[in-house]
Each structure stands twice: as structure tokens, then as C-alpha cells.
């Protein structure tokens, strides 16, 4: 009897000996330090430049990213100590209330978002469209927040220039295509040129020696099943245009075509009957395209957006 005692606090022993104790999960309290120097930090300024110096150099375009890796960070955890950037994941940035933010100082407009990435990294996005023939300078501060609390010890700076791609024109060329947001600069005076837009959408006009141009046409169909209607009064208004245009408005001359498959009935950004599609339109930053003639013109109350 006094064997099978011994042998049953054995295994309670055991039992209780071999019950896991959970670990206690890592949480992030802040940052031990500024983001690392120069040297380390060469290797993190994907668009232009070396260094610390090389992210106040950037030269982008529209519809770019610069990827920036957390181990640019040194983070504590909530006794103090610094951890491995390997520990630092997603999750860990979620479950402890950490934000990446930005704030611009100049050229507002030049970044789009700044967020956190799946595979741990911070994801900077250019805006996708410039409208404007001229660079754009800008300067933006990063920043993470923890708890909804700035910590100053994160700010990272990034500025530069941010422009679309060139196109040198010369004379003797009838046509160019700037639907990829791309700026044509004129080698010389050339008197009629035909500039795609995209879409079906060209318009003609005149280049001047030295002159930069920029045009890209936005279509918007519509489809009520999906959601999207244009507008509500009007269902026979199927397509929507809007161009965004520098230097090739012609007031007072009819110098836009659009290539379409079938005849539409267009109408301009005011709701006036302007022609069809047939022949060439004049020029207007908005067409609604309707396959049917309103007599009355559109009264747009729900002008999208």
C-alpha cells in the first residue's frame, strides 16, 4: 500500500511539472534612440541619394513608393530593454497601439499615405497624378505614435522633388501620347500636333519653341449595379470625362476628339448641349457622354466628384 502512495505523488509531480506557464507577451513602449546614422541608413534610401542626407535628396514620380525598414528604429520593450528587430512584427505594432504618421512641411500634396506593410516594413506613397508641367518640391516628417502619443525620437524627414517624366517634341512630329502622365516639351514651334490623352481621347493643338504639356483624360462609366452612377436624374449619361490638361486648352475652337465605338450625344461641364461625337468638340475640363439627345441639357445637381 505504502509503494502505490509513493508511486501516485510521482505522477501528480510529474503532472504539475509538465503544465506549461505562458509566456508573457512583448509589448512596445517606445524607442531607445533616433533612427540609426548614415552609414547603416545608405542602405534603406531606395529612390535617390546615400544616407540620412540621401532621403532630403529624393528625386520621384507620381505612383512611386520608398520602402523604409523598422531596424532603422531601435524599440523597447515595457521594462526598458531594447529588442531584436526580428520581434518587431505587425502583430506586436497592432497589439501595442503603434502608428506610423506624416505631416508635410512643404508641397502638401506631393505625398499620398505613409502605412505599415504585412511584411513589416513603412511604405511611403507618392500621390499617383501631378497636374502641373513644373517639379514639385516637398519635405514631409514620419513619425510613429504610441498609444495616439508622438514620440519624438522617431521622426524621420524625407524631401526632395517630386515631377513627371519628359517628352522632348520636335518639329515634323504630328502626334504624342501623354496618357502616362508624361510632359512634352517642345524642341521647336510646331503648328498642329495631335496629343493623346487616353481613352479615345485627343485633342489639337499648337507647340511653342520651349513650351512643356501635360494631358491625361479620366473616364467614368455608368453602372448602377456596381454602385456607380453617374448621375441619378440621367441614366442615359454613360460615360463621363474629365480632363486634366496644362497648356492645351483652345478656347473658342473645336480641337477635342473622342474616339468611341458608338455616337454619343456630349454634353459639357455647365450641362450644354455641345455636338457628338462624330466630329470634334470644344474643349471643356468635364464631358458627359449620353446615348441619347436631351433637349434641355443637364442640370447637374449631382455634379460627381
Known sequence: MKKEVIAFV???SFIFISIPVPAKETVLSGLGGLPVD??????????G?????????LSVRPGDVLE???????????NGIPIGPDIVTPALLAAS???????ANIGPQAVASVNFTPGGTILVSFRESLVQTRELAFEC?????FDGRRDPLSEIIIAGEISNPIITVSPGLRSVDLSGGH???????????DVHLGHGVSVSSTFFTGSRYYGVAKLRRNNPEEGNTLLRDYPEVELLYTLDTVGLRRDNLDNVTLRLPKLYYAYNSAGDYIGTTRGALPYSPVYYLSSSYIAAGLRLIDFPS
Do not use: M, N
Not at 49 to 57: H, P, S, T
Not at 141 to 145: G, H, S, W
Open 10 to 12: 510521482c505522477i501528480l
Open 38 to 47: 548614415e552609414g547603416e541608413a545608405a542602405a534603406y534610401a531606395l529612390l
Open 49 to 57: 541619394g546615400a544616407g540620412v542626407d540621401g532621403l532630403r535628396a
Open 68 to 78: 523604409l525598414p523598422l531596424h532603422l528604429y531601435t524599440f523597447l520593450d515595457e
Open 97 to 103: 497601439k503603434v502608428k506610423v504618421r506624416h505631416s
Open 141 to 145: 516628417r514620419i513619425y510613429l505614435t
Open 183 to 193: 510632359i512634352a516639351q517642345a524642341a521647336g514651334y510646331i503648328r498642329e500636333i
